[in-house]
């Protein structure tokens, strides 16, 4: 069955954007970038919430148009074509190779994680991280937490009502400033590494 990843930016105080939803202060370099290449090799769908997505489609179709940072122009191409499901219950249409569910999450999740295929990879979003961990259908969290304290901005996960444990499977240091928590539902087997 394939897995959810979960791969979120965080600040040191839990939030996944500023007090008025900025995204400028995530510390990013090299390493941190090989394992979103590391990350991307693993996966042939990209999932959103509609916060994220509208982030997302607004800036990877024409990136060249913005940047000439080489990450940008490597994952452009990538973006454009890889598969892309949006979870809303407002959104009418979206382009760009994307599929929008707008009801019954679990079971359309579960369906997809029953196709065939590569993993899939959850980008960030509060609520839609939130609902899929509580509904036990995140197989992955990658959180990397960034050295800033924002004050304020959405929670990490937008959880209600009910607690699940984790498992530390990994923890790994980028570029001397962030670092990378993962874990896995603390029921699952241990992983060879």
Known sequence: MRKIIYYVHTSLDGHIDGPEGEFDWPAVGPEMFAHSDELTARVDTFLYGRGVWEAMSSYWPNVEAYSDDEHDLKFAPIWRSTP????????DKADWNTRIIGARLAE?????KRQPGKDMLLLGGSALGGELARLGLIDEYHVVVHPVVLGGGRPLLATRGERRALRLVETRTFDGCTVLLRY??????????
Do not use: H, Q
């Open 108 to 112: 359309e999740v579960t369906e997809l």
């Open 84 to 91: 892309k499901v949006v979870f809303s219950t407002t959104l």
């Open 184 to 193: 896995a539902p603390a029921g699952d087997e241990p992983e060879a590494r």
